[in-house]
């Protein structure tokens, strides 16, 4: 009897393992909830405009300033959609996808399974990454392949759509960088409750973190004005003002989430940022998912 | 000469400062059905989740089929490694097609492969139904199938009948045996069951606080012992009975028998008709001298005694 490897199966391609991980998420209800939100949206929006419309239209307002309900067109109503799946709604199915496609499989167990075979791990989680970037890209081209015929038929209009279509990208690559991030935490801590918990209290700090420095910032006069007696406005000055040039570099100005009471474009920082943190996270994440135990 | 299909050297694990694998040395021949044996915390699963990369080893070398790098010798070996896992919400075959891919297997000749391993475990009919509904039995089947995707030279199986009912346990003991005998695929098996081994196994290994104790073939293994006699006595006074054994030099008492009776080695240099003649000499009452042939588990409570 002898063996050579020329007879066996060969290794697993990357896009092989891709497309098995992808046929496995679009199998998890957390993904088809996940979806069924953002389509909610990505219809519900467009038709609540139209009823708010219809119903403004009935009853016109007395006074000659009010706003036209009809000036709403497909780019603005398409940008309330992008928006409302902005504020945490997609973020957060990520994180509960994340958390049960990573943590839940050391936790079942099921990642054994594929570390048995010839296929080294730095491959299973590159697929199990590229895997979850195509929910997340399906996340945000759902609700605009829905959204934009729909509000098209409705208000029409093309006007302003490339800035609308511009800010669903900056949502979208800021939504890779966040499943990274998340991924990151879930492989270090491989506790389902722990990637939730521990994810909302990294987000809960940098928050408060946020709009303390917000707050400095938009505060700065008072501010002085009370350390000044004191003699402290020259000593702190320096780190004040670093905590404020810190400001871009913040995870929420990198995944693009809106900063606190503006609506400012990024700056490079924040690109440069989005960079840093997402290699960081995926760097992360290979180091302890090539050195843990997995039972 | 053929390559070993599983070679191990020196491998060493520790948590800490326990030393869970201390530098095992052991080899499977191509063609073997190998038991490795060693009791509840021995370091067994440790010692076969570092041949299989699940967990790093500290010190040592696998090779399986003459392969020492992990990613490549993995396409010569199936495992399951204690309860085998899957994802419930989808169907046996739905689980399959995933570790098809991960096995190198797409298109056609994954699809023909997966009808082959599920009739091969006799699960084609329910390949459509939910994993999560399957008895334990079935999935135990089922981690079979899934070990054979590929066709692997070599599969290590550990506490496979783990859970089972006695039915289950022959079915899984059967496949065991006709994987070897029919497919030619090498098997390594760890077990508490020894009576199981034993029906199976050609060779096996003994493993103690993470080292080898013993190994070879299992009748020479059973040959080694044969100066030794096990017999079981039967008295209406098993208590007494046992004080008066304790009290002959070169006989010792195992513990209970079959029908409540007591399970006696009587060591090398002693027969057992003058052991009997003393035992009656020493006031025993006797109502049964019942002779055992020697087995697996002796051979395992000696080395590991």
């Known amino acids: 009897m002898s063996a050579s490897l020329s007879t066996l199966p060969p290794s697993p391609t990357l896009g092989a393992l891709v497309g098995a991980e992808v046929a496995k998420l679009a199998s998890r209800s957390s993904v088809r909830l996940g979806l069924l939100a953002v389509a909610m949206i990505a219809v519900g929006v467009p038709l609540l405009a139209l009823l708010a419309t219809q119903a403004v239209s009935a009853t016109p307002p007395a006074g000659s300033d009010a706003p036209d309900p009809t000036a709403l067109s497909m780019p603005t109503v398409v940008g309330f959609v992008i928006s409302l799946r902005g504020l945490f709604v997609f973020r957060a199915t990520v994180l509960a996808v994340v958390a049960v496609s990573f943590a839940g499989e050391f936790v079942a167990r099921t990642l054994r399974e594929d570390l048995v075979r010839p296929v080294s791990r730095a491959t299973v989680l590159a697929a199990k990454w590229l895997a979850l970037q195509v929910y997340v890209a399906a996340g945000m081209l759902l609700p605009l392949v829905l959204a934009v015929p729909l509000a098209g038929v409705f208000f029409g209009g093309t006007e302003g759509f490339a800035v609308t279509l511009r800010s669903a990208a900056l949502q979208w690559v800021g939504d890779v960088g966040w499943a990274t991030l998340v991924m990151a935490l879930s492989i270090g801590l491989r506790s389902v409750v722990g990637t939730v918990g521990g994810v909302f209290l990294v987000w809960v700090l940098e928050q408060l973190f946020v709009w303390a420095v917000w707050g400095i910032e938009q505060l700065r006069v008072v501010v002085d004005g009370v350390l000044k007696p004191m003699g402290l406005d020259q000593a702190l000055k320096p780190i004040l003002d670093g905590l404020v040039a810190l400001r871009p570099w913040m995870p929420s100005a990198a995944f693009g989430l809106t900063w606190p009471g503006t609506g400012e474009t990024l700056v490079w920082q924040s690109y440069a940022a989005f960079v840093v943190i997402t290699g960081a996270s995926y760097l992360a994440a290979l180091t302890i998912f090539q050195r843990i135990d997995v039972d | ?305």
């Open chain 2, 1 to 305: 000469m053929a390559e070993a299909a599983l070679h191990v050297e020196g491998l060493t694990r520790a948590y800490g400062a326990r030393v869970v694998v201390d530098d095992l040395h052991l080899t499977v021949e191509q063609g073997d059905v190998y038991g490795f044996l060693g009791p509840n915390g021995a370091g067994k699963t440790t010692a076969m989740r570092c041949m299989l990369g699940l967990i790093r080893k500290d010190a040592g070398q696998v090779r399986f089929f003459g392969e020492s790098d992990p990613v490549r010798a993995r396409r010569f070996v199936g495992a399951i490694i204690e309860t085998p896992a899957f994802h419930p919400w989808m169907s046996g075959l739905r689980n399959l097609q995933q570790a098809a891919a991960y096995a190198g297997l797409s298109g056609a000749g994954a699809r023909a492969e997966i009808d082959r391993v599920l009739a091969r475990v006799g699960l084609a009919e329910r390949a459509r139904d939910r994993a999560g509904t399957y008895s334990l039995g079935m999935k135990q089947r089922l981690a079979i199938a899934r070990a054979l995707l590929g066709g692997p030279r070599i599969l290590l199986l550990d506490e496979p009948t783990n859970g089972l009912d006695p039915r289950g346990m022959r079915e899984m003991r059967e496949l065991i045996r006709s994987l070897a005998l029919h497919d030619r695929i090498t098997i390594f098996v760890s077990s508490h069951l020894l009576a199981e081994v034993q029906a199976i196994c050609n060779r096996v290994g003994i493993i103690q606080e993470g080292t080898l104790r013993a190994e070879g073939r299992v009748d020479a293994l059973l040959g080694e012992g044969l100066d030794v006699d096990v017999v079981e006595l039967g008295s209406p006074d098993p208590e007494a009975l046992e004080g008066i054994v304790a009290g002959i030099d070169g006989a010792d008492v195992l513990g209970p028998g079959r029908s409540g009776r007591l399970l006696v080695r009587v060591g090398a240099g002693l027969a057992r008709d003058a052991f009997v003649a003393e035992l009656v000499a020493r006031g025993a009452r006797l109502d049964a001298v019942v002779p055992t042939e020697r087995n697996l588990e002796d051979v395992f409570l000696e080395v590991t005694a």
